[in-house]
């Protein structure tokens, strides 16, 4: 049976762990081909490796999201390898770790170089790679999928003030760049997950402990990533042709509203 991706190729962004190398494990599962990509080259590698291992294809690129002249590159590097793109998913972001036993910074302490750096990656990071994915896609004659990952900080106020200033951004522009887009079949949403155990969250074993984040969400567990992982290959297979501007919460119930009772 054919994957729900078959023979797509696929750029993933912040490849090299969490929701990244599980999106390139189960998309290569799913039939794509695989540019995992990272900041981290060795990190982006081994996540090229692991899905050689389970019989997929996949290469390794290093990039910096933040720097457009690496993302460009990064799509010419697909396109030289596999002839063309179908799926760019801008996976990778950060967040300001506290330093360990701190807790997460307000805004009012935020300095400019965090603000710079957030925005530099997380929103700039995703507009690089929406502009050379539709470059791309506009040379090929139309057609392809943009997925981006947002959070519910890009829905409701949720944690760091900056952060979730980054991942609204994302949200609107999903919105807005999928109406622009539309009339080159050119699909654009975002998944928004919740809290996951991952690098990122590292440091919530001072600020948020494992249990509190599993509390934080109605259906009484954190997010894996590869669930996360997974709204990101519905919306970038067929079963969503006719979805674009959506940004899909995977977060336990987290968005749905306020419980009035505990649920069961
Ligand atoms: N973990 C969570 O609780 C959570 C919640 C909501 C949203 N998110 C979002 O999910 C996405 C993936 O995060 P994760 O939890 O898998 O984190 P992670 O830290 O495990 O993985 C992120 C990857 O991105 C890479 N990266 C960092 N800066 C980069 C850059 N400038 N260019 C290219 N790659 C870069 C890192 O090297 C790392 O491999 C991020 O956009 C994050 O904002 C995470």
Redesign the pocket.
Known sequence: MDGLIQGKIAII????????RAAALLFAQHGAKIVA????AA?AQATADAVRAEGGTAIAQA????VAAEVDALVAVAVENFGRLDIMYN?????IQPQPGQKLKRFIDATDHDIDKLFG??VF?VMNGCRAAIRQFEAQGGGGVIVN?????GLIGYGGVVYGAT?GAITTLTRALALELAGQNIRVNSVC????P????AFSTSDMAVASMAAAHPLGRAIE?AE?AAGALFLASSLAANITGVNLPVDGGLTAGIPLRKPG
């Open positions: 962004t912040g490849a090299g762990s969490g929701v990244g990509s990272d900041v981290d990190a990039c910096n999201v933040a996976n990778a972001g950060i967040t990656v997380n990071g990952t947002a959070s519910v900080a991942k997950p919740a809290g996951m991952t690098k990122f969250t990533p996360c």
